[in-house]
């Protein structure tokens, strides 16, 4: 069995020459730094399984060390146990906030020493095979998602057809005709979750995103023309855009896409009736930019609103039923663009639906 690896940085022997002994005969492999620039180096090469970092050091102290070590992505996930003789409770507090996971105070109590290691590391164990299943989850939904497509694309196609040739000459019956426009409609709707999960699984698996100045007027145009036409007629809905989009703000396309397809089809379904939209932008500091939708619906409770952004939450609605997906899928698009996502309502007073985006050169990838 494969021992656990831990990094021991600390500048005063006598410190070092304790642990060392005590952890070595509990089989843990015991790596030492004298300072925190070699603390850095060793933990990158290496990869320990904890990291044990005297606070007190000539040079770069502890508190820069944890700081240097949470902003790296190769060593941000290593629990950090804090070796302190000082009892004052700013400093505790101070190490929590930079990431660390516990302290042990001097002298040591052994017993005390190897319990905070051995739960800090059973954690951070326990961690890796959630994340590692959660990774094979995705992968089997995107998998099956991907399978079924084919198929049901087929299956909606084959209606559609059937229903125009055998919708005049009526071979059927109202009865079948009926049943045919339920059979397509289901299809369809299967299609649309089925598109969702590969969105859902596409943004959590793509990383390195180059994202570019945004051409909005240009995105929305082809969002009402390709995507939406059909429902705005089937919901007589009026859609009410600005003069201009300023192209100030930074992303990927076919996400932003994603998430205006998402609010601009919620805004017809749930909106009032008819549904009323109005589509703008809001420049706010901080290099952000904010686009947003208005309705004239109902509103939402409160209670509504916490829910919204939650993966599988349904609303239910007297004119039409979501699967749940796609606020979760434009909140997750949004942060991964490093901005936010959120909602504006009160009951009876409509809903503003509205996400954030970084304007030029905030930031160049995800």
């Not at 005590?22 to 933990?43: K, P, S, W």
């Not at 700013?90 to 660390?100: Q, R, T, Y």
């Not at 939708?293 to 409160?302: A, F």
């Amino acid at each position: 069995m494969k021992k656990n690896t831990l990094l021991i940085i600390d500048d005063v022997p006598s410190n070092v020459k304790v642990l060392h002994h005590f952890l070595t005969a509990l089989e843990f492999d015991v790596l030492i730094a004298e300072d925190g620039e070699e603390g850095i180096q060793v933990a990158e090469h290496s990869n320990p399984d904890l990291i044990l970092l005297d606070v007190m050091m000539p040079g770069m102290n502890g508190f820069e060390v944890c700081e240097r070590m949470k902003s790296q992505k190769s060593t941000q996930d290593i629990p950090i146990i804090f070796m302190t003789a000082l009892a004052d409770t700013v400093d505790k507090v101070k190490g929590f906030k930079l990431g660390a996971a516990d302290y042990i105070t001097k002298p040591f109590q052994q017993e005390e020493v190897y319990a905070r290691i051995n739960a800090h590391i059973t954690i951070r164990k326990q961690q890796q095979q959630l994340q590692k299943r959660n990774m094979e989850l995705d992968a089997f939904a995107h998998t099956v998602a991907h399978d079924l497509k084919n198929p049901l694309s087929g299956i909606v196609t084959l209606s559609g057809f059937l229903l125009e040739q055998y919708s005049e000459t009526d071979p059927l019956g109202p009865k079948g005709i009926k049943n045919m426009y339920f059979l397509e409609k289901s299809g369809r709707r299967a299609m649309s979750i089925i598109k969702a999960l590969l969105m859902l699984s596409g943004v959590s698996r793509q990383s390195n995103v180059i994202l570019k100045p945004l051409d909005m007027n240009q995105i929305i145009s082809q969002i009402l023309e390709e995507y939406l036409a059909s429902m705005v007629k089937e919901y007589q809905g009026q859609i009410k855009l600005p003069n201009t989009w300023p192209i100030i703000a930074q992303g990927y396309a076919p996400w932003i896409e994603e998430i205006w397809v998402n609010y601009l089809s919620n805004g017809l379904k749930y909106g009032g009736t008819p549904p009323h939209l109005t589509l703008g932008t809001d420049t706010l500091k901080k290099g952000m930019v904010r686009f947003w939708v208005r309705d004239n619906g109902p509103g939402l409770s409160k209670e509504a609103i916490a829910q919204l952004f939650t993966p599988f939450t349904r609303l239910h609605h007297q004119r039409a039923e979501g699967h749940g997906l796609g606020l979760s899928i434009v909140q997750q698009i949004v942060e991964k663009l490093g901005g936010q996502a959120g909602v504006e309502s009160e009951e009876g007073q409509g809903s503003l639906f509205y996400f954030t985006l970084p304007t030029y050169n905030a930031i160049s990838n995800v």
